[in-house]
């Protein structure tokens, strides 16, 4: 029997776990941008032939009436001129699937807008116009099924209850994985303020970053304790033990603030006119985290990342994908609000064929930069979100906002596209609109943004701008620390500006999810925290307690000796 050997890491998220070891197969990393050109051509002719074949298989089961719609269907995509749009796209250098999705969507809108002109003059059901809704139907189902075929070759996925080992992990591959079965992390890099090390705080998945050259062969037993921040290969007996996984002490002399652990000695100024009842929300990342979300025990639902919630950039240019998702949640929460924010991708979080992972990127082309740079996709999700305030409470946030400029354009889409389904009959609701305050421009300049109707504030990517120090970088991460107090003399702004403006403002950062830290932002006057499922217990009992008593000197500052 092998020998037990220890190693320590950094804790990401607690918790103790054991099993077999997944080695993750190393990749090289994929060139930056869309591709394009030739390699655009392939993908999108390998996904209409695929879907062609799906066509004809079906047609080939089905009754004579049904392989007659199918086979329409498959000369359409035989026909040269159906395609030859997106083609063009592609030759700007556009990606297969946003210049397959744009295209389709602009034959549709063509069709529908025949349809009205010459319903209009028939005055009846039978002529041109029904015939053009009916390939609009086609049009738009074809559109599904190619999105749907470029999407088909999937991530392999690993086995359940296992341990992940491995230099990182992307947040895809983490969000394809099945974690109700067991299974924990370990990774040599990462970051403890990394998107997977949140997903594994929100769904309870034991974390350890920081492990350097990690040895074991697949198969081997590894322990990950994630709350102590190491990892044990072939544990003896008594570290074999079962163990619950562990929430964060409250008693601990130090708190989790952005992966770092920060003090909070500090007491903070009360601030006049605070919310006297603030509320308490939920983040959703995955559909699967409603399974741990009892609606009648939160206020709503203060923060959906939808980028997490469309594996695929199929997915994410499929308006019907994106509603179903929504439709879920709404139905879900029974009436209460939700907070949708648009696709935040850069950074770490990458959209395979539309945008890759790029560490660059978290200082150039993220959130709203990439949705204003790809109005087809921005447009696509804002149909959805149109469509889905139809069907209950919805907000809108955009993520990643600098300029009041950035807000008036989306404004002007939302308006643009709600006034489009209008003309269509399709039910809709124009969102109200708040914005992300996650970069200190933005957030030195609140009252510019006075189209926004509410903000909420990202702690995570707020400390990650002020601090200049990125998040998924061990080796700056105790910046984080010791700029906590410029972060709450921050805060403190944003919410006395906020208040000017009569707008409401929530935190949905790591920050709102520490209990000793939900007095110091109760007295800040926030008007709601947004948390996820597993601490939502956690922060109800911090509130219980309420706001921290006033103190001498500004807000976040630090009481010495």
């Known amino acids: 029997m092998a020998a037990p050997r220890d190693f320590r890491g950094r804790p990401a998220s607690p918790g103790r776990a054991m099993g077999p070891v997944h080695r993750a197969e190393e990749r090289p990393a994929p060139a930056a941008g869309d591709p394009t050109g030739g390699d655009a051509r392939a993908a999108l002719a390998a996904a209409v032939q695929r879907a062609i074949a799906e066509l004809r298989a079906l047609s080939r089961r089905s009754a004579p009436e049904s392989a007659g719609i199918l086979d329409f269907q498959i000369e359409l995509l035989l026909d040269d001129e159906l395609l030859a ?29 025949e349809t009205s002109e010459t319903g209009e003059a028939d005055g009846e059901h039978g002529g041109p116009g029904d015939a053009f809704a009916l390939r609009a139907v086609d049009v738009a189902d074809l559109q599904h099924r190619v999105l749907d075929a470029m999407a088909g070759r999937t991530r392999a996925d690993f086995p359940e209850g296992s341990v992940y080992v491995g230099r990182d992990m992307p947040p895809s591959v983490f969000l394809a994985h099945d974690w109700s079965g067991g299974g924990a992390i370990a990774l040599g890099a990462g970051s403890m303020a990394s998107h997977v090390a949140m997903l594994a705080r ?61 003090a909070v000695s500090g007491a903070a100024t009360a601030v006049s006119g605070a919310a006297t009842a603030v509320g308490l929300f939920a ?83 993220r959130g709203v930069r990439i949705l204003l740079a790809h109005p087809d996709l921005a447009r696509i999700q804002a149909r959805a979100l149109i469509r889905a305030a139809a069907l209950g409470p919805v907000s809108v946030l955009l993520p990643m906002v600098t300029l009041p400029s950035e807000l008036a354009a989306m404004a002007r889409l939302f308006d643009e596209e709600a006034a489009r389904l209008a003309r269509q009959g399709v039910p809709g609701v124009r969102p109200p609109l708040g914005i992300m305050v996650e970069v200190p421009a933005a957030a030195l300049t609140l009252d510019l943004f006075t189209e926004a109707r509410f903000f909420s504030v990202g702690t995570n990517d707020l ?99």
């Open 463 to 561: 400390m990650q701008y002020l601090a200049a120090a990125a998040r998924d970088n061990p080796s700056v991460a105790h910046l984080h620390a010791e700029a906590e107090t410029a972060m709450f003399r921050l805060l403190d702004h944003i919410c006395a500006t906020a208040r000017r403006l009569d707008r409401p403002v929530s935190v949905c950062g790591d920050l709102a999810a520490e209990p000793r830290a939900v007095g110091r932002l109760l007295a800040l006057g926030v008007a709601g925290l947004s948390v996820a499922p597993g601490r939502l217990a956690a922060v109800r009992a911090a509130m219980a307690a309420g706001p921290l008593p006033t103190g001498a000197g500004p807000a976040g500052a630090r009481t010495e000796g």
């Open 283 to 365: 983040n959703i990342d995955t559909l699967a985290d409603l399974d741990a979300l009892d609606p009648a025990r939160v206020d709503g639902v203060g923060l959906v990342r939808t980028e997490f919630l469309l594996a695929t950039a199929a997915e994410a240019l499929n308006e019907e994908r994106h509603l179903a998702c929504y439709r879920r949640i709404l139905a879900h929460l029974a009436g209460k609000p939700v907070t949708l924010r648009m696709l935040d991708l850069g950074g770490d979080k990458a959209l395979p064929g539309l945008v890759e992972s790029d560490a660059a990127s978290v200082l150039g082309e």
């Open 202 to 262: 929100a769904r309870g998945v034991p974390m350890v970053v920081g492990l350097g050259a990690l040895p074991g062969e697949p198969g081997e037993p590894l322990l990950v304790d994630g709350t102590a921040g190491t990892v044990h290969l072939h544990p003896d007996q008594r570290l074999a033990a079962p163990s619950p996984a562990m929430p964060l002490e409250m008693g601990a002399p130090e708190l989790v603030f952005s992966g770092v652990a920060i």
């Open 85 to 113: 749009p997106a083609l063009e796209r592609i030759s700007r250098g556009e990606g297969a699937a946003l210049a397959f999705a744009a295209a389709m969507t602009d034959q549709i809108d063509k069709m529908a807008g």
